[in-house]
């Protein structure tokens, strides 16, 4: 196995899943900058309600981005790790100024809905692979998101 990587696995496929896991560690990182703007910034009726809830989702934003990165050097290479290479790389965008309850809400399952579809594309790759471990991240990720979007839209929903 010549062109295996320590953990056993084709370094072409290895450097491919990482370019996509650093696609991926960029949107998560303007993410977590969005929910800790929306954390910070909400007012209103619901402002209890979203404050705790921002909270607790960029915590674990902040889970997967270390995730993230050390599958990235796993499989052998560096994480992207400068603001401006996230904002070249993201297609989530910064958020300013939101205080709008609705408004972050369905900022939020924007966001989701580009982490799904890169966490399915990264997940089609390591199954081609072979690559379990990430392989299992992403399809932990995208079970958990899943669920997150069927809440926050219901959320948005009027009565």
Known sequence: ME???????DLRQSQILSEELNILLANYQLFYMNLRGFHWNIK??????LHAKFEELYNDVQLKIDEIAERILTLGFVPEHTFSDYQKKSEIKEAKNVIEGTEAVSLILQAFKILLVEERK????????????????MSDYIKQKEKQVWMFSAYLQKK
């Open 3 to 9: 062109k295996a990587s320590l953990i056993g696995l």
């Open 44 to 49: 209103g009726e619901k402002f209890f309600e």
């Open 122 to 137: 990264i997940l089609k790759i390591a199954s081609e692979a072979e690559d379990e471990g990430t392989n299992s991240l």
